[in-house]
């Protein structure tokens, strides 16, 4: 859960709000890498139905950058997150891959 207090004229008050849930994880952009591979070390981070944390999702991205980076010799692929708010407090998680290569000519 999340919580945020505020103080006003000696009332205070406490907001709780529960952190999201997964609905759906989905990958924009791959191609070089399968979206099934992109799966299996996403396992490690989230799955659906699971809570949504923001650190974990940058954890998770540094992760995908690293697998971009050691089965593709790609030091330039550019990985980021997006969350989609959906009803009753699911989000679906965007991971939005470019797999920039320069050209050589």
């Keep these: 859960f999340n919580a945020d207090v505020q103080i006003s004229r000696g009332i205070v008050t406490v907001t709780v709000t529960e952190k999201p849930?997964?609905?759906r994880i989905r990958y924009e952009g791959n191609v070089a890498i399968a979206t099934d591979e992109l799966?299996?070390?996403m396992r490690n981070y989230f799955q659906a139905r699971s809570l949504f944390t923001s650190m974990q999702a940058y954890?998770?991205?540094?992760?995908?950058?690293?697998l971009y980076m050691v089965r593709e010799a790609n030091l330039s692929a550019h990985i980021s997150f997006r969350v989609k708010e959906?009803?009753?407090?699911?989000i679906?998680?965007?991971?939005?891959?470019?797999e920039?290569?320069?050209e050589f000519r």
């Design 39 to 41: 799966r299996k070390v």
């Design 86 to 90: 959906l009803r009753d407090n699911m």
């Design 100 to 102: 920039f290569r320069p």
């Design 21 to 23: 849930v997964i609905f």
């Design 92 to 98: 679906e998680l965007v991971f939005e891959i470019d």
């Design 59 to 66: 954890e998770a991205t540094a992760a995908l950058k690293q």
